[in-house]
């Protein structure tokens, strides 16, 4: 049964979200393309999204009736850098292909720029083989700039990166109510 994504909505996490944590942040598939490995203990996920995900800059919850299914994070730059961000998200498997990782992905850009006024530039570093992130990011209007070689370890493996950006002088994509 399709998702009616009127029903996706982004909020800060809570403590209480570590049931429905657990059920996407434990999963190896989610976490495949992530830098935080999967987590294995509900007390692990209560201590990350007490010490990480409550006190981070901008990290939401995908939520549908707002229980987490996932996550979108935009990581600022400081100082010189101040104006660009990088941005990772994830999602709950039983989620997958149904256009709600596009649509929070969405909410997110309308946000951001206005959360970050010195922010120019929003960019998302994909692994080559991670053709979904590639997708999605494709359909919000994020522009592919090219090919990282050998640019990082993830999960031991050194891997090539495409690198995506969104500019605030961008066409937003519309946010379907």
């Known amino acids: 049964m399709a998702i009616d994504l009127s029903r996706i909505s982004l909020r800060p996490f809570n403590l209480t979200d570590v049931d429905d944590f657990m059920l996407w942040a434990g999963d190896d598939q989610v976490t495949r393309f992530l830098r935080w490995k999967t987590f294995t203990s509900k007390e692990e996920a209560l201590t990350f999204i007490n010490d990480v995900c409550i006190p ?8 549908i009736n707002d229980r987490s299914i996932g996550f979108v994070s935009i ?17 709950a ?27 120019v530039r929003l960019q998302s570093f994909v692994a080559v083989e991670n053709i979904a992130s590639q997708r999605v990011l ?22 090539d990166l495409f690198v995506y950006s969104f500019l605030a002088t961008d066409s937003f994509p519309v946010v379907d109510p």
């Not at 359909?139 to 592919?144: A, M, P």
Request: glycine fraction near 12%.
């Open 93 to 119: 498997t039983k989620y997958w292909g149904q256009g709600i990782t596009t649509k929070a992905v969405k909410i997110a850009l309308s946000q951001v720029f206005k959360d970050f006024p010195n922010l």
């Open 138 to 159: 494709e359909k919000v209007g994020f522009l592919k700039e090219g090919m990282l070689r050998k640019y990082s370890y993830l999960k031991g493996n050194l891997e």
């Open 56 to 63: 981070h800059p901008w990290r939401r919850s995908i939520c």
């Open 75 to 91: 990581f600022p730059g400081s100082g010189d850098d101040r104006c660009r961000a990088d941005m990772g998200y994830g999602i």
